[in-house]
């Protein structure tokens, strides 16, 4: 293709994927279904205005990326409710523990004790533990598909980088299979450190052995997203399958 073809071409497919972007944003089953046929149609001429690729390696959040999220507020209100316990009580202990229950500092026992178990219950902590699990699920528009196209084409490390307890990452990580398209694990639980503290960030980047323009963060928070990017990592904010897809399209990752 001569100079000036690619100087007519390039605006052109740029502004056809500016509208793509925002179908993808939109989320919807007609919106997805067209921005994949327009994707397709492009084919060979997004590498007109696609970079080569500029990456080592590609990260995603597991909570409200993946999977609804282990532990937060609505989990927590689910349960609580199921079990008939105050929510206001629960909600006054919770937060010191539970920062400690993310760090790995403490056990899940150790926070159930301080948050339920402080008085007499006619549950188990393991009743209490069954429930907490069944209220992890995948989303309905998630990410998992688009991990395990990443993690099939051989071509970077793929791995999570998450706020979780270790009880609930390995059951979360082993009951929907996401470990088995894993390299790497980058859980706070075993990190000793949460997001978006930018400490884990950069932790995340040595244990990889990459810089940070070099890494993809996937998060669906945007505190968490703008701390990646203050590290210099390229950050996106997961909104749904089709957004996902779309902006790793024009990265050249999928």
Known sequence: MSDAENESTTPALKAELDRLRALA???????????????????????????????????????????????????????????????????????????????DTISMLDYLNATVFYEPRTFTPDDFIAAMKLVSTPLPSNGIEVLSEIAASNRWMVGVLNNESRLLHEYRMEKYNIEQHLDVQLSSCYLALRKPEPAIYRRALDIL??????????????ENTDAAASVGMHAIQFQNEAQLRFELQQLGIL
């Open 209 to 222: 052995g990459v810089p940070g323009p070099r890494a993809i963060f996937i998060d669906d928070r945007k």
């Open 25 to 103: 944003t939109e989320g919807s089953e007609e919106a997805m279904k067209s921005v994949t046929q327009w994707l397709r149609k492009l084919g060979p001429k997004l590498a007109e205005v696609l970079p080569s690729s500029q990456f080592d390696a590609v990260l995603f959040d597991v909570g409200g990326v993946l999977l609804t999220n282990g532990w937060d507020h609505k989990e927590r209100a689910a349960v609580l409710a199921q079990f008939g316990l105050d929510k206001a009580a629960f909600e006054a202990r919770h937060p010191e523990p539970y920062d400690a229950l993310e760090r």
